[in-house]
């Protein structure tokens, strides 16, 4: 069975860090893209990284570049998102996904329906 499953999420202050965990089973996670969304209440879930199958090249949104890193660590089947200088407009709800297709156009990545398979998801928070 293929799976997703998000940890590390919690209460954080204003300007501190989490970092969240993704950790896949029943495949390996770098044969597929790995994405990461945030959703907050009432919105649309949007792309904040996402990382290459091939060489593990890494793209972020402009909001968040500088502050949040994703990494992989490929012996333990996990993927990572480092998140530091959180603000309270960052509580949401973070969810990783894979995708096993492959687009031409790399913003593809930061759609929601480019992929198949999806986490539960990890609740922020960020106290102000």
């Known amino acids: 069975q293929l799976q997703l499953v998000e940890s590390g999420g919690g209460l954080v202050q204003s300007g501190g860090s989490l970092r969240l965990s993704c950790a896949a089973s029943?495949?390996?996670?770098?044969?597929?893209?790995i994405g990461w969304f945030r959703q907050a209440p009432g919105k649309e879930r949007e792309g904040v990284s996402w990382?290459?199958?091939?060489?593990?090249?890494?793209y972020y949104v402009d909001s968040v570049k500088g502050r949040f890193t994703i990494s992989r660590d490929n012996a333990k089947n996990t993927v990572y998102l480092q998140m530091k200088s959180l603000q309270p407009e960052n509580k949401d709800v973070y969810y990783c996904a894979g995708a096993q297709r492959a687009y031409y156009d790399s913003n593809a990545y930061y759609r929601p329906y480019s992929y198949e398979y999806w986490g539960r998801g990890e609740q922020v928070t960020v106290s102000s």
């Open positions: 029943g495949f390996i996670l770098d044969h597929v893209a």
């Open positions: 990382m290459r199958r091939s060489d593990g090249g890494t």
